[in-house]
């Protein structure tokens, strides 16, 4: 009988490595030592679970979870939805997703905030759902602007949406960000570029899904996520004494 | 030509940037938008065990503490078991076992209320020293780092934990090992996680 076992080792040429130079603040706060290879363990192979009475239904919208009654925040309405899925292509059902964004002019609602761009009185920023039992997931929302950051003198961020995912153990645990396809800014971004291979940045590009906006409505955008894959034990390791 | 192997790629990793707060937060980012905020309660009202308090600071390369940091803790409970469905013990009712802690933005200080887990068998019949896993994401971190913290006070099962043993630098276990001490009566275990320098904690890569 095949059962799950450990999960596979993490592709780290596929990440991000812990130093990246042009993105400065990595610079103090990646380790220098190689990490301790660790075989997933049942501290690692499970993970917290949660359920509909962790969050509201309405948690998902962006465009009505922190406006006035009657009143949207400003900005292009877009729906963004997608599967969760493993690297066996298995769906990843009733996990849960969360995320924050900056509102349309590119301005966070967050105390340390400081650019110019007004916040939007009607924008919190930030949504969460369980996908279904498909592995499925939507958020409504408007789409983010860019902003400037500190790093080069004149670096500025391609409009995202920051992502945070949790499978079903504390080994998928991952956070990342989505672009939109066709935006210039993504190429210069030295937060993008940390990310070595060419494949890798565009498994983070949103694509434009026509099929699924709501007509004079929404637009949508298309973002699958892949969590890491676990093992089938097909022959079971034999333990010491067997 | 092969036949090709139909795997998909793991989503690549994105720092959580400054502002994670908003998405994980909010409250301390400045505004209330949920019911209630996720990962304050790790142990719930039910859990048997020793109630304890974990508190720390990460510290990056040049010796300053974190300030916009985000940590959670994943723990088993006291029996050793982990809230989870493929885990065959129980959990009491509330435990999740699950927490996020964020540290101060003055002075980088966090620390959080939970139980001491106990002994947790691994399914070989080997025991893990009692540990907390922690998942540490912040602005200039690519990829959230893996660490665990173990107990001062447990010697004997440190000695022999299959994953402190792992690592070949004896000194550098040490870095896992939280200090325990008490304040008023209760026991608080001092964690403090350095990402470089002499002392760098170890990370482990799960
Ligand atoms: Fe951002």
Redesign the interface.
């Known amino acids: 009988m095949k059962t799950?076992g450990p999960?596979y080792?993490?592709?780290?040429t596929?990440?991000?490595?812990?130093l990246?130079r042009d993105?400065k603040?990595?610079?103090?706060?990646?380790?220098?030592?190689p990490?301790?290879?660790?075989e997933?363990?049942?501290?690692?192979?499970?993970?917290?679970?949660?359920g509909h009475g962790?969050?509201?239904a309405s948690?998902n919208d962006l465009l009505t979870?922190?406006a006035a009654s009657g009143e949207s925040p400003i900005g292009e309405r877009i729906i963004l939805h997608g599967q969760v899925?493993?690297?066996?292509?298995r769906p990843v059902p009733d996990t849960?997703l969360?995320?924050?964004q900056a509102n349309a002019g590119g301005r966070?609602?967050?105390?340390?905030?400081t650019y110019l761009a007004p916040v939007d009185p009607n924008f919190?920023?930030?949504g969460?759902t369980l996908t279904d039992a498909n592995g499925y997931y939507c958020f409504r929302t408007v789409k983010p602007g860019a902003y400037p950051w500190r790093n080069w003198i004149n670096s500025w961020r391609p409009a995202h949406i920051?992502l945070?995912i949790f499978g079903t153990a504390?080994?998928q645990?991952?956070?990342?960000?989505l672009y939109f396809e066709g935006d210039p800014l993504i190429d210069k971004c030295p937060?993008?570029q940390?990310?070595p291979d060419e494949?890798?940045?565009a498994?983070?590009v949103a694509r434009l899904d026509l099929n699924a906006t709501i007509p004079l409505d929404a637009i949508a955008y298309r973002f699958d996520?892949?969590?890491?894959?676990r093992r089938s034990t097909l022959f079971e390791n034999r333990?010491e004494g067997n | 030509m092969t036949q090709e192997l139909d795997y998909l790629r793991e989503t690549p990793s994105q720092t959580a940037g400054p502002y994670v707060h908003i998405g994980l937060s909010p409250g301390a980012a400045g505004f209330d938008i949920y019911d209630h905020q996720l990962g304050g309660d790790i142990a719930g009202p039910h859990a048997k065990g020793e109630r304890i308090r974990v508190e720390g600071m990460v510290i990056d390369g040049t010796g300053s503490p974190i300030k916009d940091v985000l940590l959670e803790a994943w723990q088993a409970n006291a029996d050793g078991f982990y809230a989870h469905p493929e885990q065959a013990g129980s959990v009491e009712e509330g435990f999740r076992g699950w927490g996020r802690v964020i540290s101060d933005f003055d002075t980088g200080n966090w620390g959080f209320d939970t139980i001491k887990p106990g002994l947790v068998d691994t399914g070989t019949g080997q025991n893990m020293a009692p540990h907390l896993n922690f998942w540490i994401v912040a602005r200039g971190i690519n990829l959230g780092l893996n660490t665990r913290m173990y107990f001062s006070d447990e010697a004997e099962a440190n000695a022999v934990d299959p994953v402190l043993n792992l690592i070949e630098w004896e000194r550098r276990r040490d870095t896992l090992i939280a200090t325990r001490s008490e304040r008023n009566g209760k026991p608080v275990y001092r964690f403090d996680i350095r990402l470089q320098g002499d002392d760098e904690t170890v990370f482990f890569d799960i």
């Open positions: 799950d999960f080792q993490r592709d780290r596929w990440h991000p490595p812990a990246s993105y603040t990595s610079v103090s706060r990646s380790p220098k030592y990490l301790i290879s660790l997933t363990t049942v501290s690692e192979t499970t993970g917290p679970v949660f962790d969050i509201a948690d979870n922190y899925l493993d690297e066996n292509r849960l969360e995320l924050w966070y609602r967050h105390k340390k905030d919190g920023g930030c969460r920051h945070s504390f080994a645990r991952l956070i990342t960000q937060i993008v940390t990310i494949k890798a940045r498994q983070l996520i892949v969590l890491r894959g333990q």
